[in-house]
């Protein structure tokens, strides 16, 4: 037998080496299969049937001629479909959205809202079927009429408190030298990742059995067993590859319209949403309205930083997008004043997505900043160095790690800031302006409880089990590093496990908190294994299993403002003759804590500076008042960056910053890589033209 503790002095640590994905060939050759691939045998396909009216109630269902269809098994509806507990609080700690409570009542909640499924031998059956389906309605006015000065919007709290309130803003306003008081939108945005939501549900000997794209499957396994009244043990769900979450793949209508089939028909079901599907079922980014008050002293100390926001909810679910959020941690001011309001409408339910909060959050505060600085006649560097605070600005909570002034530090050498004329308007370039911008970033770094399985196999080799999601960040890759250095031994003698709920809890991938979670967890049960490999004992031929629960650790994380920073650059070329904003050059650098995975993590980094770039320059989903619907919601509508679109020189790194209190020193780099970006394209585009844009994103129609 071998055991793994002798290599302890020689051996180089994994974390912190460039690693390519374990997975990536598979990904690349096809051979890995994703949630809508996996064969079944006698497997029926379901499509769903959405809403044309935007409020209203189902009068009734032409679903005779349908039945009559080749191949079709069922059609499920609110008056024939399984009845489903939705009396429950879930994972998120919210009860269920209701849109994921399919078919129980007549109820049409906005355009696009689920109202049938045919269930068919094919897929194209399904579908023909569906597409075929009479639905009448009575229809309801509705009201879909997002705008920052409604009178029914109301504070909403969500993960974060509503309001928050330091000092006399009043009076710092009052006594400041320098004010601004402006307001800044961003637009309706959709997640949009390459595959779409799916999943495949089949009974087992009397479990439940999933086979879905999520980003958690304990996540997936809790909210299923509420719903359909099973015990958690009942339900098992499995997701090895997951083409993109962004924050858009919990719980949703196609796992439990799948799980309805298969208990109706008693065969596998499958449920695919089409891309268009998804924009009315999956969640969204809300449109916000954002007005920011800053109060200086003539040499940029702020006096007074008050944040308001404005998003929208559902009429059947709460959701809020936390803006005001970076406005509690960035700046030291003597007054901070922020608040969260919602409005009801007749709207799909939006959720998180990629930084939800701070991505449009910093854009709002980001650009104040900006527009500050230029007040002020201080480098917008400058101005927010000389804002850095000791603590938490509101909470008055040490920070855990900060290094936000290092990162810009950093960053001002290599993006070249020091040569920067600070005039707006004079850089040109034949029919080009230029201009160079910058902006902080931040997002909370948390820890969620998790369970970790490793084994020591009896020919020498690990094996860990972990229901984690690798939504595509390279996670599974990460934890790969991570479980061969808490067993000392090498990644070759590895293999990691993951995406299936019965290797037990486990926290999603999301929050930024995945890997950071799922690796505390690895970690805890390596050790406890190492060290009783130490004791010598042999190893029999089933291996020895150690198990993990890292709940009560991550429980006592208390006491300190815990975030990841960051700071963004960027350079722009405005066509003065079209109005066109072309990104030349990106840098941002990020005090995320300990980097696991270089190649990975800069992968992750630079995906959401690119996203910055579709957030500040093309994305924004229209709805059409009239009918309460998205303006062209799939792919050849809905505009966001492509390949052309991202310059050559787009660059993501990072300062040393170990977390003090993670056993691998992680702190998260799920998020941080879009917030800012928007923020300081923006502001390079007003140092290249002299005019601020505050509505995103900056089409050409709004730079000429
Ligand atoms: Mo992320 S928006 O928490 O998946």
């Given at each position: 037998?071998?055991?793994?503790?002798?290599?302890?002095?020689?051996?180089?640590?994994?974390?912190?080496?460039?690693?390519?994905?374990?997975?990536?060939?598979?990904?690349?050759?096809?051979?890995?299969?994703?949630?809508?691939?996996?064969?079944?045998?006698?497997?029926?396909?379901?499509?769903?049937?959405?809403?044309?009216?935007?409020?209203?109630?189902?009068?009734?269902?032409?679903?005779?001629?349908?039945?009559?269809?080749?191949?079709?098994?069922?059609?499920?509806?609110?008056?024939?479909?399984?009845?489903?507990?939705?009396?429950?609080?879930?994972?998120?700690?919210?009860?269920?959205?209701?849109?994921?409570?399919?078919?129980?009542d007549d109820r049409v909640a906005h355009r696009g809202w689920p109202v049938a499924m045919v269930v068919a031998e094919t897929?194209?059956?399904?579908?023909?079927?569906?597409?075929?389906?009479?639905?009448?309605?009575?229809?309801?006015?509705?009201?879909?009429?997002?705008?920052?000065?409604?009178?029914?919007?109301?504070?909403?709290?969500?993960?974060?408190?509503?309001?928050?309130?330091?000092?006399?803003?009043?009076?710092?306003?009052?006594?400041?030298?320098?004010?601004?008081?402006?307001?800044?939108?961003?637009?309706?945005?959709?997640?949009?990742?390459?595959?779409?939501?799916?999943?495949?549900?089949?009974?087992?000997?009397?479990?439940?059995?999933?086979?879905?794209?999520?980003?958690?499957?304990?996540?997936?396994?809790?909210?299923?067993?509420?719903?359909?009244?099973?015990?958690?043990?009942?339900?098992?769900?499995?997701?090895?590859?997951?083409?993109?979450?962004?924050?858009?793949?919990?719980?949703?209508?196609?796992?439990?319209?799948?799980?309805?089939?298969?208990?109706?028909?008693?065969?596998?079901?499958?449920?695919?949403?089409?891309?268009?599907?998804?924009?009315?079922?999956?969640?969204?980014?809300?449109?916000?309205?954002?007005?920011?008050?800053?109060?200086?002293?003539?040499?940029?100390?702020?006096?007074?930083?008050?944040?308001?926001?404005?998003?929208?909810?559902?009429?059947?679910?709460?959701?809020?997008?936390?803006?005001?959020?970076?406005?509690?941690?960035?700046?030291?001011?003597?007054?901070?004043?922020?608040?969260?309001?919602?409005?009801?409408?007749d709207v799909p339910t939006p959720t998180f997505m990629r930084a939800p909060g701070e991505a449009p959050g910093s854009f709002?505060?980001?650009?104040?900043?900006?527009?500050?600085?230029?007040?002020?006649?201080?480098?917008?560097?400058?101005?927010?160095?000389?804002?850095?605070?000791?603590?938490?600005?509101?909470?008055?909570?040490?920070?855990?790690?900060?290094?936000?002034?290092?990162?810009?530090?950093?960053?001002?050498?290599?993006?070249?800031?020091?040569?920067?004329?600070?005039?707006?308007?004079?850089?040109?370039?034949?029919?080009?302006?230029?201009?160079?911008?910058?902006?902080?970033?931040?997002?909370?770094?948390?820890?969620?409880?998790?369970?970790?399985?490793?084994?020591?196999?009896?020919?020498?080799?690990?094996?860990?089990?972990?229901?984690?999601?690798?939504?595509?960040?390279?996670?599974?890759?990460?934890?790969?590093?991570?479980?061969?250095?808490?067993?000392?031994?090498?990644?070759?003698?590895?293999?990691?496990?993951?995406?299936?709920?019965?290797?037990?809890?486990?926290?999603?991938?999301?929050?930024?908190?995945?890997?950071?979670?799922?690796?505390?967890?690895?970690?805890?049960?390596?050790?406890?294994?190492?060290?009783?490999?130490?004791?010598?004992?042999?190893?029999?031929?089933?291996?020895?299993?150690?198990?993990?629960?890292?709940?009560?650790?991550?429980?006592?994380?208390?006491?300190?403002?815990?975030?990841?920073?960051?700071?963004?650059?960027?350079?722009?070329?405005?066509?003065?003759?079209?109005?066109?904003?072309?990104?030349?050059?990106?840098?941002?650098?990020?005090?995320?804590?300990?980097?696991?995975?270089?190649?990975?993590?800069?992968?992750?980094?630079?995906?959401?500076?690119?996203?910055?770039?579709?957030?500040?320059?093309?994305?924004?989903?229209?709805?059409?008042?009239?009918?309460?619907?998205?303006?062209?919601?799939?792919?050849?509508?809905?505009?966001?960056?492509?390949?052309?679109?991202?310059?050559?020189?787009?660059?993501?790194?990072?300062?040393?910053?170990?977390?003090?209190?993670?056993?691998?020193?992680?702190?998260?780099?799920?998020?941080?890589?879009?917030?800012?970006?928007?923020?300081?394209?923006?502001?390079?585009?007003?140092?290249?033209?002299?005019?601020?844009?505050?509505?995103?994103?900056?089409?050409?129609?709004?730079?000429?």
């Open positions: 037998m071998t055991t793994a503790t002798g290599t302890r002095t020689t051996r180089k640590g994994a974390v912190g080496t460039a690693h390519t994905r374990v997975e990536g060939l598979d990904k690349v050759t096809g051979a890995a299969r994703y949630a809508g691939e996996i064969p079944f045998a006698d497997l029926a396909h379901g499509w769903l049937v959405l809403s044309t009216v935007a409020r209203g109630r189902i009068r009734s269902l032409d679903t005779a001629p349908v039945l009559a269809m080749p191949g079709v098994l069922t059609v499920l509806h609110h008056e024939n479909a399984p009845r489903l507990d939705t009396d429950y609080i879930g994972l998120l700690g919210v009860p269920p959205d209701p849109t994921c409570a399919l078919f129980q897929s194209e059956q399904a579908r023909e079927a569906a597409e075929s389906l009479v639905v009448h309605y009575e229809q309801e006015p509705h009201d879909v009429d997002f705008c920052a000065d409604r009178a029914d919007a109301y504070e909403l709290q969500g993960h974060m408190p509503a309001v928050t309130e330091k000092g006399d803003l009043a009076a710092e306003l009052a006594a400041s030298a320098v004010t601004l008081d402006e307001e800044y939108t961003t637009p309706e945005e959709h997640h949009s990742m390459m595959e779409p939501h799916a999943a495949t549900a089949l009974w087992d000997g009397g479990r439940l059995e999933l086979v879905d794209s999520n980003q958690g499957a304990t996540w997936i396994v809790g909210e299923l067993a509420n719903l359909f009244s099973l015990d958690p043990s009942a339900v098992r769900v499995r997701s090895e590859h997951v083409g993109g979450g962004f924050g858009s793949k919990g719980v949703r209508a196609h796992q439990v319209a799948a799980v309805m089939g298969a208990t109706v028909l008693h065969r596998p079901v499958r449920v695919v949403m089409t891309r268009r599907q998804m924009f009315s079922l999956t969640g969204y980014r809300s449109p916000t309205a954002q007005r920011i008050r800053l109060g200086a002293d003539t040499d940029g100390r702020l006096r007074a930083l008050e944040h308001l926001s404005l998003s929208q909810t559902s009429t059947v679910h709460e959701f809020v997008e936390s803006c005001a959020a970076p406005s509690r941690v960035m700046y030291d001011a003597d007054a901070h004043h922020t608040v969260h309001r919602v409005v009801r409408l709002a505060l980001e650009s104040a900043l900006d527009e500050l600085a230029e007040k002020c006649g201080l480098d917008p560097i400058e101005l927010r160095l000389r804002n850095e605070p000791e603590r938490g600005p509101v909470s008055g909570l040490p920070f855990s790690s900060r290094n936000l002034a290092a990162c810009f530090r950093e960053g001002a050498r290599r993006f070249g800031w020091a040569d920067r004329d600070p005039r707006p308007g004079v850089r040109r370039e034949g029919r080009w302006l230029l201009g160079t911008g910058t902006a902080a970033a931040s997002f909370p770094s948390n820890a969620g409880p998790s369970t970790a399985v490793v084994t020591a196999e009896a020919d020498g080799t690990f094996t860990v089990r972990i229901a984690a999601a690798d939504v595509g960040t390279g996670a599974r890759t990460a934890l790969l590093l991570v479980a061969a250095d808490a067993l000392e031994t090498t990644t070759d003698r590895v293999r990691v496990r993951i995406g299936d709920s019965d290797f037990g809890p486990a926290m999603i991938s999301g929050g930024s908190m995945g890997t950071r979670s799922w690796s505390w967890a690895v970690t805890a049960a390596a050790r406890e294994l190492r060290e009783r490999l130490a004791l010598g004992a042999d190893t029999p031929p089933e291996g020895i299993t150690v198990r993990s629960d890292t709940t009560a650790a991550v429980r006592a994380l208390t006491g300190k403002e815990r975030h990841s920073f960051g700071a963004q650059f960027a350079e722009v070329a405005v066509d003065v003759a079209t109005g066109e904003v072309r990104v030349r050059r990106m840098l941002g650098i990020f005090a995320a804590g300990r980097i696991v995975n270089p190649l990975t993590a800069r992968n992750q980094l630079v995906g959401g500076m690119i996203w910055g770039i579709s957030m500040a320059l093309h994305e924004a989903a229209a709805r059409d008042r009239a009918d309460g619907g998205l303006y062209g919601p799939d792919l050849a509508g809905y505009h966001v960056t492509s390949h052309a679109d991202v310059p050559p020189s787009i660059e993501a790194d990072w300062v040393d910053d170990p977390d003090p209190d993670d056993p691998v020193g992680i702190k998260g780099i799920g998020e941080v890589g879009i917030v800012g970006a928007a923020a300081a394209i923006a502001n390079a585009v007003w140092h290249a033209t002299g005019v601020r844009h505050r509505d995103l994103p900056i089409r050409p129609d709004r730079v000429l």
